[in-house]
């Protein structure tokens, strides 16, 4: 066998170096600033797309958004991994506020911000999950309000007094210095330290057009929002209650905060310590919101000023309940008159009787899950408070009867009589009618 040729030799490769030339060599990749897994983007996609919600200020939707994904999410991990990501202005909407109590200001991320704040959120709780109070309840997996309000219900019976704290504009007023310190001492993370610093002072579009510099606070609505908000509580309030006042209970879902004290005087000096505590990070309570309550009952007979809060959507004070020697005066949670009057709206606000163009099982069909979701959250306490809600929809359901059919215009008995005999027939076709027996009740103040 004869040696091959040595033109030949390594054929395929390039030479070492030739005499007079450079060193061949094939251009290095370029190394992101930031190693960011593409499954974390695509995971936070698809969360996103499962929530929906409305586009933002660039008028993406998630529709729209998806139409393009490959591109679309490859583009923004692609920013993301090499420090180029900045996020849009948020756009402002008013929003009632939960349970009737006013309006706040939502601010609405564009899609693809709601995707990378989803992506941090996500490895933010993954951390801070184990470290969180027990007795923080908002907005984490695997608890609700109704956990706080029941845990908060049985304090009530061991504890006389309770101190109901509002904290005044408490996501427009957090210091975003504290903040990034917090966010800092919990993730090894870099991106998400940077993230997290441009989402803060992303600009808001408010309703008018008009944008405006955020110098702190977070707005509600985003993705990275209630993390962060527990995240500072965490450490303005929750931690310091343990340490400095141990033997005062409490429940928070959010920045709504009930305390429970075992003396008037311990409840007047824990709401001074707080109101120094959060003066002291920049919060402020709400001098008229705020106040301390005396639970009265059939066994706490004192006078005072407050014998009553509000908490969650439920008013607590004492309530008639049966036990087994008869009625007694218990202190409980019931829904709320603010509530009330929010869910009274929202109903006025559907103009049953103007949807003559459909029938009854369209009616329950549009209808039936803003009433369940009433019922298992307002119904989970002292549910016999929920029957104005039956009578409320009967009346409105009447109404519709008394336009749709010409033999019950201007006759209203005779509309409910017909509503009657349907209820007997179809028992479970609107989910209110499980909350009290069918009557032909006028509810005084329908509207």
Known sequence: MGLEPRGRTGQGTPEANPAGEEPRMRPKAKVKSFEIDKRLIVEAWEKVRANKGAPGVDAV?????????????????????????FPGPVRGVEIPKDHGAGVRLLGV????????QTAAARLLE????????????????????????????????????????????FFDSVPHDLLLKAVAHHTDERWVLLYVSRWLVAPVQM???????????TPQGSPISPVLANLFMHYAFDRWMDREHPGSPFERYADDIVAHCGTEQQARDLRAAVAERLGALGLELHPDKTKVAYCKDANRRGVYEHTSFDFLGYSFRGRLARGKRGYFNCFSPAMSAKARKAVGQKIRAWHLNRRSDVDLPGLAEAINPHVRGWVNYYGAFYR??????????????????????????????????????????????????????????????AG
Not at 64 to 80: A, H, P
Not at 151 to 156: H, L, T, Y
Not at 207 to 217: C, I, L, N, S
């Open 61 to 85: 939707s998630v529709e729209v958004f998806g139409s393009q994904l490959k591109d679309n999410l490859y583009k923004l991990w692609n920013r993301m991994s090499s420090g180029s990501y």
């Open 109 to 116: 991320p564009n899609t693809a911000d709601r995707v990378a």
């Open 126 to 169: 993954e951390r801070l999950e184990p470290v969180f109070h027990p007795d923080s309840y908002g907005y984490r997996p695997g608890r609700s309000a109704l956990d706080a309000l029941a845990v908060a219900r049985k304090r009530c019976w061991e504890k006389d007094w309770v101190v109901d704290f509002d904290i005044r504009a």
């Open 207 to 217: 309703p008018d057009g008009t944008v405006v510099a955020r110098e702190k606070g």
């Open 384 to 445: 016999s408070e929920l029957r104005f809600l039956a009578w409320r929809i009967n009346e409105h359901l009447a109404r519709w009867a008394m336009r749709k059919f010409k033999r019950f215009r201007g006759k209203y008995l005779r509309a409910v009589e017909w509503l009657q005999r349907v209820f007997r027939h179809q028992p479970d076709l609107f989910a209110h009618w499980k909350l009290v027996a069918f009557t032909a009740r006028r509810t005084v103040g």
